[in-house]
T-cell receptor, first 113, second 117 residues
Framework: EPEVTQTPSHQVTQMGQEVILRCVPI?????FYWYRQILGQKVEFLVS????????KSEIFDDQFSVERPDGSNFTLKIRSTKLEDSAMYFC???????????FGPGTRLTVL | AQSVTQLDSQVPVFEEAPVELRCNYS??????LFWYVQYPNQGLQLLLK??????LVKGINGFEAEFNKSQTSFHLRKPSVHISDTAEYFC???????????????FGTGTLLAVQP
């Protein structure tokens, strides 16, 4: 069964460093999302992406964040200068249509020291 | 704006007992409704969804949920739980969007279902 994959599973970085979180969505999906879950809190929407552009972004998704689909298969989330409060589990999701279910990857745990 | 409320942060239950996890939502427009499950150290897995049609929705692992528009609820139920059902359960909504743009999911705070032997 096709699934969303994410790498790395765990990323440790120093405050101020750039990180890139990678996702490979399911191959025939067209809609892509990033969510994050701070430890013990609910899952929060960050950004959605369709037709090679951002469709919607949350207040969390400020200028330090960017997304890219560089090669038609990967979907990346970049944090330019990480802060302590960026420590969270980051989930990638994809779907075939805007109204259908989103399939989630296993997540990348980002720890900022 | 839409919001989701899961009043119970934790629900302890004995194995083979029935369980109901409550979810209420707030929205001025029609929504799609979802329940996701998160097992320890894993990602989110879809249990079931309501898009339209029958208000009683059956999902995986013997779970079902009923959409009640008048009460703006989408409670999750299982008639007999198993130890392996121990996990965090998240209710989520997304807004109907006919424009073709993406639909973000808005999650509740989650309910930890703790099944005891």
């Amino acid at each position: 069964e096709p699934e969303v994959t994410q790498t790395p599973s765990h990323q440790v970085t120093q405050m101020g460093q750039e990180v890139i979180l990678r996702c490979v969505p399911i191959s025939n999906h067209l809609y892509f999302y990033w969510y994050r879950q701070i430890l013990g809190q609910k899952v929060e929407f960050l950004v959605s992406f369709y037709n090679n552009e951002i469709s919607e972004k949350s207040e969390i998704f400020d200028d330090q964040f960017s997304v890219e689909r560089p090669d038609g298969s990967n979907f990346t989330l970049k944090i330019r200068s990480t802060k302590l409060e960026d420590s969270a589990m980051y989930f990638c999701a994809s779907s075939t249509s805007s109204y259908n279910e989103q399939f989630f990857g296993p997540g990348t745990r980002l720890t900022v020291l | 704006a839409q919001s989701v409320t899961q009043l119970d942060s934790q629900v302890p239950v004995f194995e083979e007992a029935p369980v109901e996890l409550r979810c209420n939502y707030s929205s001025s427009v029609s929504v799609y409704l979802f329940w996701y499950v998160q097992y320890p150290n894993q990602g989110l897995q879809l249990l079931l969804k309501y898009l339209s049609g029958s208000t009683l929705v059956k999902g995986i692992n013997g779970f079902e949920a009923e959409f009640n528009k008048s009460q703006t609820s989408f409670h999750l139920r299982k008639p007999s739980v198993h130890i392996s059902d121990t996990a965090e359960y998240f209710c989520a909504v997304s807004v109907l969007n006919y424009g073709g743009a993406t639909n973000k999911l808005i999650f509740g705070t989650g309910t930890l279902l703790a099944v005891q032997p």
